[in-house]
């Protein structure tokens, strides 16, 4: 490892985290104003790691920098926070375990769930001061309910003023107990079963696979269920000696959730690294696309422990999964880390982004899927097709919003076309649009053998021309379920003011890129001009542009997520 001082500043070139993490711990703290760090994709990290201190909300290090945490939370989150939640998180900030509130950014994309699956009954597991609480009492209907447990009411009764000020208390069942027993005894009452829209959970980890068992009997098919905390500080992915030992015992619990849930065929799930990472399950039928790509023979109890038994290619395997270690549990449903996937920078190291890959994305991406994705790495700007734990998340709001009508705008070899192929209905059609029709034909065999084609109508043209055709007869108007939008960045805003026409209320588009590798981060002059080939500074400049246009769109609720480059979910609001 190479640090150079240079005026003050501590400069440290090609450093991976471990390195990062030797640094830290040998530089007295006067050293450490200010970190430049050059990673191996060429793009510039600048670290503030004395600033983190003084912030209200110090991200939990799962990010590229804190800079680019601060601006998520100042372009896309706090314009948008209402006034109850941000007051709650101000009272939250003197708590002396402030760090365990559920982070804003978490709590934006709980908050469009919450509206996707019109949730009216949920179930809240760890309260704490009560950020995520008021969030959902404030999104579901005046008639809905929260039953909401922990075992402490004294941090309760710290936002409890906000929540009454804000005329939402009457939504809330407050319990204070253990929640095990609690879920139980909701569970000796048959008529409890399916019937709740939504469940979060951030309490005690040790406890979350029990939480999950009981979860999939109270929540109804289509229902999902959200897991705090899920990356744990970028802990998961660090080899156990590199971590604190204090932090050892819930990493170690962490991810063997990661690995049950990544299993577990009830569920289509999807990790991303908001907040601490939080992890979303929709309960779906067992064998769905979706789930794992194992296929699940039979599903039940050895005493209280939940087994799935599972086929892949033709061999048998059992996975006990409560029995299984991380290492064995890996080894029967893993895949081999194949790098087909170019990192675009976000996380704080690639080892995390690895981590969600192996662990949550690749077992359970579609054969055809993996096959184009495959097919995609030996182009030469394989770089710019989407991200699969993107992808992940494309298809989790496709099954959300029961898309049927899609629009995609840049289909390149066809990865994000394919997996919405896939997700919807046999009777469903995308209309995919893409100025090159030649890189659609790489992946065009692989859609036509996985049986897909008919659902696609494939238009080789600049978008803006289709759209406004489409436009022309009033019928399309309101008619779209879906769009997403990977294609020339400059055009983004005029793709969105023809899309808030042809989406139908309720119905989702998502940009693609919106982070941009983190530069929307990055001081201007530390931008390179050109970077394989694309224009990064101008490219930022039209993308921090939307990022602001889009934040104070008053038709769109809005979550950005940084999956693979970066993503802004949008759903028409009227
Ligand atoms: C980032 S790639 C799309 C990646 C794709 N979603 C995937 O899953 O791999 C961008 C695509 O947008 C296309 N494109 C660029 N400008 C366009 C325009 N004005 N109209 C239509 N397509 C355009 C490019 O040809 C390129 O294939």
Redesign the pocket.
């Known amino acids: 490892m190479k640090l150079v001082k240079i005026d003050g500043v501590v400069v440290c070139d090609n450093v991976f985290w471990r390195g990062y993490i030797a640094m830290l711990e040998e530089l007295p703290p006067e050293h450490l104003d200010l970190i430049f760090w050059k990673s191996a994709n060429s793009c510039v990290k600048l670290l503030g790691v004395m600033e983190q201190s003084g912030k209200k909300n110090p991200s939990k290090g799962l990010l590229q920098s804190e800079e680019l945490y601060q601006y998520l939370l100042e372009t896309s989150v706090y314009p948008r926070e209402p006034e109850p939640l941000k007051e709650l998180r101000d009272i939250t900030a003197t708590h002396p375990k402030a760090v365990m509130a559920t982070a804003p950014d978490a709590g934006q994309l709980m908050d469009m769930l919450l509206r996707l699956v019109n949730a009216k009954k949920t179930i809240e597991i760890g309260v704490f001061t009560g950020y995520s609480l008021l969030l959902t009492a404030l999104s579901i209907p005046d008639d809905g309910k929260i039953t909401a447990i922990d075992v402490d009411r004294q941090a309760y009764e710290m936002g409890l003023p906000v929540i009454r000020k804000a005329g939402v208390e009457h939504k809330i069942n407050f319990i204070e107990s253990q929640a095990l027993p609690v879920l139980d005894k909701l569970l000796e009452e048959h008529e409890n079963e399916g019937i709740f829209d939504f469940a979060f959970v951030d309490a005690d980890k040790v406890n979350y696979k029990n939480y999950h068992e009981r979860l999939m009997k109270l929540l109804k098919m289509g229902g999902i269920v959200v897991y705090d905390n899920t990356l744990r500080g970028g802990t998961v992915a660090m080899p156990e000696e590199l971590v604190a030992e204090n932090l050892r015992e819930n990493r170690r619990l962490t991810i063997e959730l990661n690995n049950f849930l990544a299993a577990d065929p009830r569920v289509q799930i999807c990790l991303a690294p908001l907040g601490d990472g939080i992890t979303i399950c929709r309960r779906s039928p067992l064998g769905s696309k979706g789930s794992p790509r194992l296929h699940v023979s039979d599903i039940g109890n050895i005493g209280k422990r939940t087994c799935f038994v599972f086929y892949k290619r033709r061999r048998l395997a059992l996975g006990i999964s409560e029995l299984l270690g991380e290492a064995s549990c890996w080894r029967v449903m893993g895949e081999s880390a194949k790098k087909t996937t170019v990192y675009k920078g976000l996380l704080k190291n690639e080892e995390l982004y690895q981590y969600i890959l192996e662990t949550s994305v690749y077992p359970r991406e579609p054969e055809p899927l993996k096959e184009l994705r495959d097919a ?1 790495a030996a182009h030469p700007r394989a770089i ?3 991200a699969p734990d993107a ?1 992940q998340s494309i298809d989790m709001l496709l099954k959300l919003v029961n898309a049927k009508k899609t629009i ?10 394919l997996l919405t192929a896939l997700s919807i209905p046999d009777d469903g059609k995308i209309i995919a ?4 029709r030649k ?1 659609y034909e790489i992946g065009l065999p692989i859609i036509r053998r996985a049986g897909v084609e008919h659902k696609i109508n494939f238009i080789e ?4 021309p289709v759209l406004d055709k489409l436009l022309e007869d009033h019928e399309n108007e309101g008619s779209l379920d879906f769009a ?1 939008v ?3 960045k400059g ?1 983004y805003k005029n793709y969105h003011e023809r899309l808030m026409k042809l989406l139908k209320v309720g119905g989702v588009v998502v940009y ?2 919106t982070l941009w590798h983190g530069t929307v981060a990055l001081p201007e002059d530390l931008v390179e001009e050109l970077v394989d080939g694309e224009y990064k500074k101008e490219m930022r400049k039209h993308i921090m542009e939307l990022n602001k246009y889009l934040a104070t769109d008053s038709r769109v609720q809005i979550c950005v997520a940084p999956l693979g480059d970066g993503i802004t979910i949008c759903r028409r609001i009227y």
């Open positions: 995609t710019i097709a989407t992808g995609e705008i840049g289909v390149f070899t066809g990865y994000s076309l649009i893409d100025v090159d890189n043209s600049q978008a803006l997403f990977d294609a020339d055009n693609d890129n």
